[in-house]
């Protein structure tokens, strides 16, 4: 699985102008999430401010 993520995340990279964007690159590193039981709130400042939950499952936050 993290070789895989780690191609997705090198593709992603390749193709975003991170000059033009205030989005942060991926890591290759995987964080420790544990089980697949990770969460995280992200704060989404887009046309309105709104909260995201995300959901680990297969070892990728969706």
């Known amino acids: 699985m993290a ?3 780690k191609l997705d995340i090198e593709t992603y990279n390749r193709k975003r102008d991170f000059s033009k964007t205030k989005e942060p690159r991926g890591s290759s590193e995987k964080l420790a999430w544990g089980q697949g039981d990770g969460f995280m709130i ?3 400042d887009a046309s309105r401010l709104h909260y995201d939950l995300r959901l680990e499952l297969d070892g990728t936050m969706k």
């Open 42 to 44: 992200q704060k989404h």
């Open 3 to 5: 070789a895989s993520r």
